[in-house]
């Protein structure tokens, strides 16, 4: 049963925000493709039995991906009650990653563009590593701090201020994985998207519920001022860069949960 009044948060996501986030979210659900595909490669065959979670699973995307690739059905757990109702046909569960894993000894943790909206995402891949079981399994797909140059840059011309939400440090997230489990995969995946304007832009980031703790809003004049200073694309798009951190990683046999 999930209860109403729960999209409360820094990544609020209601039901309207949520329908606009599954039509729009295209990067997300690439991403999620590429990742389960990436298991099916690596650690497909090395499953060991318990619980499986898609951790900010939204809509269920990786879930869905992780099914069509024949993975044992993945619970979709996230805050938002309105995503979790559009994950058709598989198991969701609310709850808000802030307070902790739902279950102990996951044996598989699955997260793709989540990991970077809670409060402390080093100690919560902390936390994550250290609840796997023996042979547990890693996926994560995360946005990091090399992401949006374009934007910054300009920023710094048009002298507005950064109003992005801060993305960890990909050095920093691999440190964390290699300090507990092995790495079966770890790059960083670039990928360049064009918007029209920087409004159009923060539009789409607004109608998917993104927009983040962090972002102040800026007035006309700044905006303006952004969107003449953004490097653009020959089609005149302004360009939007994505660094991705992509990790599949294993807990040893030998490892005490
Ligand atoms: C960008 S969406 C990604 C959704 C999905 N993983 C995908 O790839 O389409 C970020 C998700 O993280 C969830 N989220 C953010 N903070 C959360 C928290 N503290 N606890 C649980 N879920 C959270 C949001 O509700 C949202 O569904």
């Not at 298991?39 to 995307?61: E, I, K, V």
């Not at 507005?160 to 290699?178: C, D, M, Y």
Request: aromatic residues 6%; proline residues 8%.
């Amino acid at each position: 049963m999930i209860a109403p009044g729960a999209d409360v948060g820094r990544c609020v996501i209601g039901p309207a925000a949520a329908a606009a986030y599954v039509r729009e979210a295209k990067l997300q659900r690439s991403v999620a493709q590429r990742l389960a595909t990436l298991w099916r490669c690596t650690m497909g065959n090395r499953l060991p039995p318990g619980p499986r979670l898609d951790l900010g699973g939204g809509a269920g995307a990786l879930a869905m991906a992780m099914a069509r690739r024949g993975c044992p059905p993945l619970e979709v757990v996230d805050r938002s009650v309105s995503l979790l109702r559009l994950a058709t046909g598989l198991q969701v569960r609310p709850w808000d990653l802030d307070r902790g894993l739902p279950v102990a000894e996951p044996a598989l943790l699955a997260s793709s563009f989540a990991l970077h909206w809670l409060s402390q995402p080093l100690e919560s891949l902390q936390q994550w590593c250290r609840a796997l079981r023996p042979g547990g399994q890693l996926l994560l797909a995360v946005p990091t701090s090399g992401s949006f140059t374009s934007w910054r840059q300009a920023a710094q011309q048009a002298a507005v201020p950064w109003t992005g939400l801060p993305l960890p440090v990909a050095q920093h997230l691999r440190e964390v994985l290699a300090t507990q489990l092995q790495l079966h995969h770890c790059h960083l995946l670039q990928r360049r998207q064009g918007w029209p304007s920087a409004l159009a832009f923060f539009q789409h980031l607004k109608r998917s519920g993104l927009t983040g703790g962090a972002s102040g809003r800026l007035g006309a004049t700044e905006l303006r001022r952004l969107d003449r200073c953004w490097p653009r694309r020959s089609q005149g798009h302004v360009i939007v860069e994505w660094e991705v951190l992509m990790a599949l990683a294993r807990k040893p046999r030998g490892a005490v949960p």
